[in-house]
């Protein structure tokens, strides 16, 4: 995990900023996916993309996790089964973003174990 600019906290989704070789990236969007850490998954919500939203220029990968309170910089974080959800927007102000990514929570079911 590498340090974001905290946005996603102060939006009340605390996401953990991956580093990724960018040639194994799927296209950018919203995606739900199964992560885990330190032996446990989580369900998750994946954002790939440039953060229009913020005005950025790179490509990010930033995981939420539900039921995750922990911080992990420096740690390994694992994802898979991503499963497409939308593509990334330019919304009209930051309540209409938190407003979207809660819509996008109730596309996240729980972890497939085993």
Known sequence: MIAGAGRGHRLGFPTANLALPEKLLPK???YAATAR???RDY???VSIGTNPQFGGERRSVEAWLRDFHHTIY???LWLRDLRYLREQRL???SG???AQMQRDVAAVGYPSYG
Request: hydrophobic share 45%; net charge negative; aromatic share 6%.
């Open 74 to 76: 420096g740690r390994e």
């Open 28 to 30: 950018d969007g919203v």
């Open 96 to 98: 209409e973003l938190v």
């Open 43 to 45: 369900a998750a919500l």
């Open 91 to 93: 919304f009209a102000n």
């Open 37 to 39: 850490h330190d032996g």
